[in-house]
């Protein structure tokens, strides 16, 4: 009980703040309890179907598959299929962590990872094509271009400055 407490300590004491902010300004704290509702339910739709999915992953695709594909010294194909993987996909961004995570245990490399987390959170195929049709093709090619080498320099960044002893232990548990 110790440890669960522990744990959600934070979620507990907003949790406790919004209760006092309904007795206080019962309006905003309302309202507060309103958005947090909603973000509870969006949880709720979108964890189980990732969840499944990130199980059938972890089945169906051994690791010594994924890692010519994306591990150490995949080279260009893992970064192109990491960067890919990450813009086709549809989502919040905590929804890629998990995911991430999974590629982590299958032996995707670090640097494969970071762009593939970059992509996810910037360059979403189907935002591409809504923003393309109400802003122009011109400023999202060149949006586009800007921010995938800005991924690609971010993801190198990060993978060399990450001290080897993180980064084993990050390939150690799977976790991003």
Do not use: C
Not at 23 to 43: H, M, Q, R, T, Y
Not at 94 to 106: E, T
Request: hydrophobic residues 55%; without cysteine; positive net charge.
């Amino acid at each position: 009980m110790a440890a669960v407490m522990k744990r959600y300590r934070f979620a507990m004491a907003l949790l406790a703040l919004n209760a006092g902010l309904v007795l206080v300004f019962p309006d905003k704290g309302i309202a507060a309890f309103s958005i947090e509702w909603n973000a509870v339910l969006d949880l709720i739709t979108f964890i189980p179907p990732i969840f499944i999915l990130l199980g059938l992953l972890d089945v169906w695709v051994e690791r010594e598959k994924l890692m010519p594909h994306m591990g150490p010294g995949s080279g260009i194909r893992g970064a192109v299929l990491a960067y890919v993987m990450g813009s086709a996909a549809a989502g919040p961004l905590y929804i890629a962590f998990p995911i991430a995570g999974v590629l982590l245990k299958k032996g995707a490399s670090l640097i494969n990872i970071f762009i593939f987390i970059g992509a996810w959170s910037t360059t979403k195929l189907p935002m591409i094509l809504f923003e393309a049709s109400s802003i122009g093709l011109k400023y999202t090619l060149i949006r586009l271009a800007v921010n995938s080498m800005g991924i690609i320099l971010i993801a190198v960044v990060l993978d060399k400055t990450t001290p080897r002893s993180v980064q084993e232990r990050l390939y150690r548990s799977g976790r991003p």
